[in-house]
């Protein structure tokens, strides 16, 4: 089941030379694990020592300053340790999941998870297993935060080749290094299960359910359109009979608070109108579910399309 996971670890036992090492994994959202677990999976059932290490991360408002420091340490349940106890472990590797480290204006990760800290500080070997899949969108790769990888395991043979040549122009050769073994993001869709909330269940009852998706992108280029094609999509997708599930990319609230404050308002009262139309609003770190339940998507480019397209279930790009 955890196809790409397993071929990852079959890397990295070939690359230290056997499963006699140590590896932590730090993510820092929830929704973003499911491009660790599989890996997480197969390192355990190899015999690898693994520990999961949520770390804390700064959100962020307007201007680049500092809202408050979160964790999700507490939703990720029994497999969760505390980051205090990593050098007591003292790992080999440290797979790492973020790249933008302190250029990024939503989220920032405290300077001590920085890939060359870590580093400095464990002497461990980094593995990067991106939480996107980007696409052709070579920018994720050339962020800080690969600058010092060792290891990066990227979605196909297409990003491992953009991802080389780019570092290559910046003096940096990966050759050897990045393999394009596919996203454990895809390990994730095998496990899907129609799991319906309570709270959900009398909304949804026998219908058919579309999920709506929004990506931070998309929504940055211009919220006004953006949210007038969630509110067409919504509304079409009612006027079918069909129940209806809008998730928000999980750093959306945090993304309007510090890049585009003036639309709070307007982005708050399609909320509050779906919702008074009995649409359910997923918030959660859970996109799994969403997925499990869905019987079509709707959505903006993003990761969650290629994650979908293994449903073989309809979709349809937001228009």
Known sequence: ?????????????????????????????????????????????????VHCMPIPYYRMKENKQIDYIDSDFDLFGQIA?????LADIKPDY??????????????????????????????????????????TNKVFSLQPGCRHIDYGFLEDKTAEEIFIAGWLTRGVDFTGRVFGFGSPKLDAMQ????????????????????????????????????????ETSVIRELYLGHAVIFRPHPLLRTTIKSMRPDTAERYE????????NNVIVDESENLERALGIADKLISDPSSVIPMWKVTGRPWEVLG
């Open 269 to 276: 009262g399609f909320l509050e109108t779906i919702q008074l």
């Open 191 to 230: 496990k899907l299960t129609r799991d319906i909330p309570e709270e959900w269940s009398d909304i949804i009852g026998d219908r058919s359910v579309t999920l709506v998706c929004n990506s931070l992108g998309t929504f940055l280029t211009d919220p006004s359109k953006a949210i007038e094609r969630y």
């Open 94 to 135: 440290i797979a790492i999941h973020y790249q933008y480290e302190d250029h990024n204006k939503v989220t920032n990760m405290l300077p001590e998870y920085f890939t060359k800290a870590l580093k400095d500080r464990y002497h461990a070997k980094i593995v990067y297993l991106p939480y996107g899949i980007y696409g």
């Open 1 to 49: 089941m955890n196809e790409i996971g397993r071929r990852i670890v079959d890397k990295l036992i070939e690359l230290h030379g056997g499963t006699g090492f140590t590896m932590a994994f730090l993510p820092y959202k929830r929704s973003m694990w499911n491009s660790m677990e599989s890996v997480f999976e197969e390192c355990k059932a190899s015999g690898i020592e």
């Open 81 to 85: 340790e505390p980051i205090e106890n």
